[in-house]
């Protein structure tokens, strides 16, 4: 079966560097995930992406070295069952907060005995190799969100989940949980805390430490913090940037 490339990469200590993708759109995907990515995530949940586009984006991320990964909308074992089915290696699930929740994930994305992932990989098999089954339950990565107060609560036990591969930080929503609005994990202690603390503890249990970031400055922090995976802003939002400041430079130049 086909390595998982992001394994070795936390073996080795070296940055995992993510891309998360939210417009629907296979074009956008390939080009994006050329860039030097290690991994490409498309986003089931926020992002402006249906099944069959999903579909040609996982495809299009795999003519790149870049590992495709997806989060669902939600935990809901016959979706992610469908995203591994079509080819995804991970899956980065959203509003993980108790110990129990963390079981279900990793019972979705694993065959039995270690879950209980229905057979018919489908296109995983076109990516993963003819021999899936045998392989499958090593390779493919399973990330639990925590995004709530109550997951954060339930770290601990969170952690100890046999079969979890890691953690990653949704921050905006953690913010939100803690009583900031999004974009202040930064600036507001309580938020930056419970960041650093999931961050230590990830790490101590030998885990894949994983966090949304604004941009490629406060990814690159985050990655001499420790983070093990980071992932440097969605692609719209970096459209939206790169766009105004092709604008503001245009209008510049035509008023001078």
Not at 61 to 68: D, L
Not at 202 to 209: E, M, N, P, S
Request: hydrophobic share 45%; proline share 5%.
């Amino acid at each position: 079966m086909r390595t998982n490339s992001l394994r070795s990469l936390k073996a080795a200590g070296k940055p995992i560097v993510n891309a998360w993708l939210s417009i629907g759109s296979a074009y956008a995907a390939e080009s994006i995930a050329h860039q030097g990515f290690d991994a490409a995530t498309v986003d089931a949940q926020h992002g402006m992406v249906g099944f069959e586009t999903a579909l040609a984006m996982l495809q299009a991320i795999s003519t790149t070295s870049a590992i495709p990964l997806v989060r669902p909308s939600a935990l809901d074992a016959a979706e992610i069952m469908r995203w591994l089915d079509a080819g995804s290696y991970g899956i980065i699930c959203p509003m993980i907060s108790t110990a129990a929740d963390a079981r279900a994930l990793v019972a979705a994305c694993r065959y039995p005995p270690e879950g209980s992932r229905s057979f018919g990989p489908a296109r995983g098999l076109l990516y993963g190799g003819a021999d899936y089954l045998a392989g499958a339950n090593r390779e493919i990565l399973v990330l639990a969100m925590i995004e709530t107060r109550e997951g954060l609560e339930n770290l601990d036990a969170i952690l100890a989940t046999p079969g979890l591969n890691g953690i990653y930080v949704g921050p905006n929503d953690l913010a939100l949980a803690l009583g900031h609005a999004p974009a202040n994990e930064t600036r507001e202690p309580i938020v930056r805390d419970a960041i650093e603390h999931i961050r230590e503890e990830t790490v101590a249990a030998g885990l894949i430490a994983g966090i949304f970031c604004s941009d490629g400055a406060a990814a690159a922090g985050r990655v001499k913090e420790g983070f093990d995976l980071v992932t440097p802003g969605n692609d719209a939002a970096l459209l939206r940037a790169a766009m105004m400041r092709a604008v503001t430079q245009a209008r510049g130049s035509v008023e001078r």
